[in-house]
Nanobody, 115 residues
Framework: QVQLVESGGGLVQPGGSLRLSCVGS????????MGWYRQGPGKQRELVAT???????NVVDSVKGRFTISRGSAKNTVYLQMNSLKPEDTAVYYC?????????WGQGTQVTVSS
């Protein structure tokens, strides 16, 4: 059974930085693509960034230049480096992948940007 586990969330002041991590398990195969989504208070879940196995990235405009997605050296590991955080970045951040015809989500990690 594929599982995704996120870590790294927390409380940070505006302008600060956080690094989220996601580790996937449950398969000997590498995920072709992994991504980060977020869901703010009273909002729908939205895409933040994705990265393919070859390293091709897609980052949404609202965080471009501030957030960087990367894959770790360990299989099925992905990171989200978040800099210059703003209060509107406050959300639960979810790791995501698709494998063998199914979509998998992590449990989410809370990021709160507040002074």
């Amino acid at each position: 059974q594929v599982q995704l586990v996120e870590s790294g969330g927390g409380l940070v002041q505006p302008g600060g930085s956080l690094r989220l991590s996601c580790v996937g398990s449950g398969t000997s195969f590498s995920f072709a693509s992994m991504g980060w989504y977020r869901q703010g208070p009273g909002k729908q879940r939205e895409l933040v960034a994705t990265i393919t196995l070859s390293g091709r990235t897609n980052v949404v405009d609202s965080v471009k230049g501030r957030f960087t997605i990367s894959r770790g050296s360990a299989k099925n590991t992905v990171y989200l480096q978040m800099n210059s955080l703003k209060p509107e970045d406050t959300a639960v951040y979810y790791c995501n992948t698709q494998f063998s015809g199914r979509v998998y989500w992590g449990q989410g990690t809370q990021v709160t940007v507040s002074s």
